[in-house]
Structures are given as C-alpha cells and as structure tokens.
C-alpha cells in the first residue's frame, strides 16, 4: 500500500498561483508514474498531469503552459505548481501513483493508489 498525502490548497483570486505538495514514500519516485487529478462534485475527475519515473510529463490542454509537475527526491515530494489560476480551476486535487506501464497517465482508472485531496478555490 502506498500512502499518499496531499497539502496546499486554499482559496486564492484568479490571476494568482498556488503549490500543491503531495508527500509520499521513497521508493514512489524512483518506480511509480506519479500523477495529480482534479474533480468537481458532479463531474468526472479529471487528469491534470503526470510524471513517469523517466522524467517524463504530461499535461492536460486546460493546464498547458500554467502548470507544472515536479518532485524533489530529497524530500519524497510531489508538487503542482499553478500560476495563472483560473476560476474553473475551483475543484479538489488529488495525487495518484502507480508501478504500472501507463499508456495513458491522465486517465484515473490507471491508477491505484490516491489521496484524500486538498480543495483549491478560485474566485
């Protein structure tokens, strides 16, 4: 089992940025895909972006070019990055991990283990 726990939300204006950390084990950056999702009540989660153990990222297209995906070893952490917030960007974010081969590493099904989330408010 692996534990993953998100931190960093809050309630910030559009226009500015916020950092999302998600703290999980060791052995997770070296061989787990990491990702972050996102979930409004009502609708479907949503992909955000990823991070595969080879350095590799995704990003969704509402996200491109605003936020950014990264992990400090050191401190078995993952961060999001989010700078020109958006209001639709309002949701709770979550972090996901995975050992396996993701063809796809913004679809949630592909993932295992999750996070209890951190809500991200932005008006």
């Known amino acids: 089992h692996v534990q993953l726990v998100e931190s960093g939300g809050g309630s910030v204006q559009a226009g500015g940025s916020l950092r999302l950390s998600c703290a999980a084990p060791?052995?997770?950056?070296?061989?787990?895909?990491l990702a972050w999702f996102r979930q409004v009540p009502g609708k479907a989660r949503e992909g955000v972006a990823s991070l595969d153990r080879d350095g590799s990222t995704s990003y969704a297209d509402s996200v491109k070019g605003r936020f950014t995906i990264s992990k400090d070893n050191a401190k078995n952490t993952l961060y999001l990055q989010m700078n020109s917030l958006k209001p639709e960007d309002t949701a709770m974010y979550y972090c996901a991990a995975d050992s396996g081969v993701l063809r796809w590493p913004l679809l949630p099904h592909a993932y295992t283990y999750w996070g209890q989330g951190t809500q991200v408010t932005v008006s």
């Open positions: 060791e052995y997770t950056y070296s061989y787990y895909c």
